[in-house]
């Protein structure tokens, strides 16, 4: 299924102050929605995903999945700030007619959700039954949750937390400064910053996944090797994959935005008080090898939101699990629903 753009040519203001002049929202759509919106599930995707969540997320969305076109209508967005489709540094800044490239806006996760909530206005969607993120997803579903809680019924949140931890702002400033040390991150050109991209991707990898699975994944059996090792070649073959499929530029952005998730920023009060105004029931899902957002961050939210249900897979497959995992997940997520 192809992708769908919605041109909004209203100036949309950034949480920072900056307008922007218009947006792009890249979007994809499955399935056909009911008389009175009660089978819309909107699927809030992570960092380097698309919107074309049926192609990444296949085994829990799809026909004869847990979420199926046949009797949901499903809604995935490309995020503002990323690099397919939706308002970027690749996109043109009609005020130049030039891609903005790394004079685009620094953005948050809000922001992001407020681009959703127009597409939401624009496919005249009265009510969200299900909303669902994984990783930074979750942190735009937190968000929504928030900012539009009679329209949305459920939420489906998946290793993810109430904010960005430490952890991970410290994970991501490397990122960042593995990007900065390409001096090309900044011309004003597709690929720039590519070998920066590349490092930060490796640096990724290590926090996607965990030391079980890459001793058992990615060890060599030749005792006499010096050089030319498996793990060495499969983390520059996953950096070389995301170089050719996503910009250092966006990855940058994108990062930021991260570091700024905490829901109860400007709200006058603690994530734990802020956490129970979501009254939605939620279901949260941990994956007991995950590093980059361990279960204690899902059991955090689990003891403070008041109609939580959580439960945790034991995966070796580390953050990456909420991907990877779709059989334990779809059931799951099936017997809470039912």
């Not at 192809?2 to 002049?21: C, D, M, N, T, Y």
């Not at 669902?132 to 949305?152: D, F, K, N, R, T």
């Not at 030319?228 to 966006?250: C, E, M, W």
Request: glycine fraction near 8%.
């Amino acid at each position: 299924m192809s992708a769908k753009v919605f041109h909004s040519k209203a100036a949309f203001r950034l949480e920072s102050g900056v307008i922007l002049p218009e947006l792009h929202i890249t979007y994809h759509t499955y399935g056909t929605m009911n008389a009175d919106g009660s089978n819309v599930v909107w699927i809030c995707h992570a960092l380097t995903a698309n919107s074309d969540v049926a192609d990444w997320w296949t085994g829990l969305v799809g026909a004869g999945c847990v979420i199926d076109p046949a009797r949901h209508f499903i809604v995935c967005a490309n995020i503002l700030g990323s690099c397919y489709g939706s308002s970027g540094p690749h996109t043109i800044n009609p005020d130049t007619g030039q891609p903005w490239y790394q004079s685009f806006p620094a953005i948050t996760i809000r922001d992001m959700v407020q681009v959703h909530i127009l597409l939401r206005q624009r496919l005249q969607i009265p009510r969200i039954h299900l909303l669902i993120g994984g990783s930074m997803g979750g942190y735009q579903a937190l968000e929504w949750s928030l900012a539009e809680p009679a329209l949305i019924n459920r939420l489906f949140l998946l290793c993810t937390g109430a904010a960005e931890s430490a952890w991970g702002i410290a994970i991501h400033t490397a990122q960042r400064l593995a990007i900065e040390a390409d001096d090309t991150w900044q011309n004003d050109q597709p690929n720039a910053g590519a070998k920066g991209l590349k490092a930060a991707r490796a640096i990724g990898m290590l926090t996607y996944r965990n030391y079980q699975t890459f001793v058992r994944a990615q060890s060599d059996e030749d005792k006499e090797k010096t050089d030319h090792f498996r793990a060495s070649s499969y983390i520059s073959y996953q950096g070389d994959k995301l170089v050719k499929r996503f910009n250092a530029q966006s990855y940058w952005l994108l990062t930021k935005a991260m570091d700024s998730h905490n829901i109860a920023r400007g709200r006058h009060e603690n994530i734990t008080a802020t956490l129970s105004h979501i009254q939605q029931p939620t279901l949260l899902i941990g994956i007991s090898s995950d590093i980059l957002c361990p279960p204690e961050e899902q059991q955090f939210m689990a003891a403070h939101l008041p109609q939580a249900t959580y439960c945790e897979i034991d995966s070796s497959y580390g953050h990456d699990g909420f991907l990877i995992e779709f059989e334990k997940i779809g059931k799951i997520l099936e017997a809470w629903l039912h």
